[in-house]
């Protein structure tokens, strides 16, 4: 506003002014007049106010801001004459000046007598909004716009008339200070008064929700709130108050607790209506099979709704009889409807313990149905593990096959898991079903014979078999005993001589052959034992048996010498 224009007029001058206009023969310079508007061309109007010239003022003087002009030819109007003749012989008018003159001697009056006035924000500025009070601008700041709530978006307010007090006015610096929340806080006194002489412990209220937080909602009761504790939104169990609760909309609580000396009031919305727990047995029956939705999803378990009415929750293991169940998410979604079976009503949590798995026929009852130990079929790779792999078996039941059934050669395992991956088919073999530990145990080193045994069916134990020195140690000769199936055997020291002073490993070399006797198997290493003294002593047996007896009183070196001899 510019304030070189703008004159300070006391109460008298402004009734001087008026009078003035209605007498066109002494019409004199600083003065407001009525003229008509006789010509609106390239967006200058042309007035007429019955001087000897007519006076232009922009048609941009005639419009409300943020607004249209709305005039017409022929129209009558108030105006502030200027200049009665200039140095160009014009008439200059202002309809700006004559509007604020008469509206800041009318808000001058309304500021006086602490009356409201109607206001119309066109803008939004830095810390407020401007107003436009009948042609003069105000400005109304973010602090005195509501009471009730912070208005995030002040958009929602432009254009719309708004009753003001004036707080603060200097006509000289042109500034005016409205506020809305003055006139809020008078309304809102009252309505508190009034409702606190009426409100009671179980009276029924209406109010406008004012805030949401994760422990509830706040509640405008006019001039008085109260807080709607999340547990008392509903009688079911809701993960925020939003999901529930819209921001200003208006609702119905109930008065649960009144502190009358701290005006604090705590209210519940699920009040309402009767507690569905009470009838609880009436509705639902343990076994019975419902339709239930998902209402959330965490690592352990989903929880449902049950009749809109009744909380419920699956726990992970009766999700499905897989016995390492995937997470919850993988089997159900969040607002999926499914059927699910009660198994348990438990009052004191006010939660109903139900399954999903249990809709179903458990499929290890019909496994055996299908599948017997020895079987052999190809399958899935659904998950891998440093101790195995689990596969797919039917239904909801899976297979493992641990890393030391996956090959006949225990030092072959670690890389051949390393080579599987998900989703590969592999072929397995059962090798036991355990209904009742729900457990089946699968091997693939299974579905060829075991070399070791092929060995022994051939070479049984007391057989004598040749073999090459692999491997020398303290302890005993590492043996080769079968070069393509990779089995070994293992001389013990004690065992390289019958004769004591011949147990020396020293006496052998690597790759030398020698012969040796099957002892016994090591079920845990799958290495056979051998023995040399143990052939010793099946030579020197058979040797008596054919040559000699012992019972003769020949020794063994007198029947060899002999034999020698010959």
């Known amino acids: 506003m510019n304030q070189n224009n703008i004159q300070k007029l006391s109460n008298s001058e402004y009734e001087s002014l008026i009078s003035n206009s209605f007498n066109k023969s002494k019409i004199k310079e600083k003065t407001i007049v009525a003229g008509k508007i006789i010509s609106i061309v390239n967006d200058i109007v042309t007035i007429d106010v019955g001087l000897k010239s007519e006076g232009r003022i922009p048609i941009s003087e005639f419009s409300r801001p943020g607004q249209k002009a709305e005039i017409e030819i022929g129209d009558e109007t108030e105006v502030y004459i200027e200049n009665v003749d200039n140095a160009y012989g014009e008439t200059l008018l202002s309809r700006e000046k004559a509007v604020k003159q008469k509206a800041w001697h009318d808000l001058q009056e309304s500021f006086a007598q602490n009356k409201v006035v109607t206001g119309v924000p066109f803008n939004r500025v830095k810390g407020g909004m401007s107003v436009d009070l009948n042609g003069v601008t105000a400005f109304l700041p973010g602090s005195q716009i509501d009471t009730r709530q912070i208005i995030k978006d002040t958009k929602e307010l432009l254009n719309k008339p708004l009753e003001l007090m004036i707080l603060k006015m200097d006509k000289y610096r042109g500034n005016i200070v409205v506020s809305r929340k003055a006139i809020t806080e008078n309304e809102l006194k009252e309505q508190r008064q009034e409702l606190l002489s009426s409100i009671e412990e179980g009276s029924i209220i209406e109010g406008k929700v004012k805030n949401i937080t994760d422990y509830g909602a706040f509640i405008d009761l006019g001039g008085l709130d109260g807080l709607v504790h999340v547990t008392d939104i509903s009688w079911t169990k809701i993960n925020n108050p939003s999901d529930v609760l819209e921001l200003n909309s208006t609702i119905k609580v109930k008065v649960l607790k009144f502190d009358e000396e701290l005006s604090r009031l705590s209210l519940g919305i699920k009040q309402l209506s009767e507690n569905p727990w009470d009838t609880v047995s009436n509705d639902i029956k343990l076994n019975d099979k419902i339709i239930s939705k998902v209402v959330n999803i965490n690592d352990n378990n989903v929880n449902i709704i049950i009749n809109d009415k009744y909380d419920g929750v699956i726990s992970l293991t009766e999700l499905t009889w897989l016995k390492k169940p995937p997470h919850p998410s993988k089997i159900v979604s969040v607002n999926e409807e499914i059927e699910v079976v009660v198994l348990e009503i438990d009052d004191e949590k006010k939660r109903i313990n139900c399954s999903l798995k249990q809709i179903r026929e458990n499929p290890w009852m019909k496994l055996k149905d299908n599948y017997k130990i020895n079987d052999s079929f190809e399958t899935e790779i659904v998950n891998i593990v440093d101790f195995g792999i689990f596969v797919k078996v039917q239904d909801e039941i899976d297979g493992m096959v641990h890393i030391s059934d996956l090959s006949w050669n225990e030092n072959e ?57 692999v491997n020398i140690e303290d302890k005993g000769i590492k043996i080769e005993l079968d070069t393509e199936n990779k089995i070994y055997g293992f001389i013990k020291k004690s065992n390289l001589s019958k004769d004591k002073n011949e147990q020396k490993t020293e006496r052998f070399a690597l790759d030398e052959n020698i012969d040796s006797v099957i002892i016994s198997i090591d079920a845990k290493t799958r290495v056979v034992n051998l023995s040399v003294k143990e052939l010793e002593i099946q030579d020197e047996k058979e040797a008596l048996s054919k040559y000699g007896s012992s019972a003769s009183g020949a020794s063994l070196g007198d029947i060899l010498g002999s034999v020698l001899k010959k």
């Open 413 to 469: 395992c670690d890389e051949i898991i390393k080579n599987f991956k998900k989703g590969d088919k592999v072929k397995v073999k059962i090798l036991d079903i355990n209904v009742e530990k729900e457990r089946i145990s699968l091997g693939i080193k299974h579905l060829n014979n075991d070399p070791v045994q092929d060995y022994i069916s051939k070479f049984p134990l007391n057989s004598k078999v040749t073999g090459k020195i």
